[in-house]
């Protein structure tokens, strides 16, 4: 069976403490006439069925997106996961997709090219990877069933906050992205003003 729209909600992370653009909040910075975080919900929307904000600060802006904001559930900034941990708690449909509020570029193909291949592998979580020039995987462009909430509520219990060796402990997919600057995240403020002018 086909995984549908429906059946998945998007997650935007925008927990972080942007500590490495001065300690701004990096989704609210103006980013071609819009803040970060609006060309992120602006791709992402029309891939899912519905969509949620991760947000630990400046909660009311976040809000006046029109989506459901959630902070995280673990206290002190604790990185991607504990943003992750709070979507798939909140998700009311089977499949959850993650993307950051720092990458404006996402691709109008994410959902429909990580559902393929999480279904052709059968596995409980699917993340993107380019090879433009060196290989890297994307672990915050994922889409997971919803059913591995425990195997991360275990792992973060444990002390665990690394992203790739979470998912590695779970059957999972790699799934190849030709376009790697489609998975850019701006993080200072210098590369916000190069994109500003490119």
């Not at 809000?63 to 943003?83: K, N, R, S, T």
């Not at 996402?106 to 993340?127: H, K, R, T, W, Y």
Request: proline share 7%.
């Amino acid at each position: 069976m086909t995984i549908t729209t429906s059946q998945i909600t998007g997650l935007v992370l925008a927990g972080g403490r942007g500590s490495r653009m001065g300690g701004v909040d990096k989704g609210l910075q103006a980013f071609r006439g819009s803040p970060m975080v609006l060309h992120v919900i602006m791709r992402l929307a029309p891939q899912v069925g519905a969509l949620m904000i991760n947000a630990n600060q400046n909660i009311g802006p976040y809000e006046g997106f029109g989506y459901p904001v959630w902070p995280d559930q673990l206290g002190g900034f604790e990185g991607p996961l504990a943003g992750l941990q709070t979507g798939l708690s909140r998700c009311e449909t089977p499949y959850l997709v993650t993307a950051p509020c720092d990458s404006p570029f996402v691709p109008d193909d994410l959902v429909m090219n990580l559902a393929e291949g999480l279904q052709s592998a059968g596995a409980d979580i699917a993340v993107a990877v380019t090879e433009e020039g060196e290989r890297r995987t994307h672990p915050v462009f994922a889409l997971m069933k919803t059913s591995v909430l425990g195997s991360l509520d275990a792992y973060l219990q444990g002390g665990g906050r690394k992203i790739e060796t979470w998912y590695r402990s779970l059957p999972f997919a790699e799934v190849p992205f030709e376009d790697a600057d489609a998975f850019r995240n701006i993080n200072t403020v210098d590369e916000l003003r190069r994109f500003e002018q490119s």
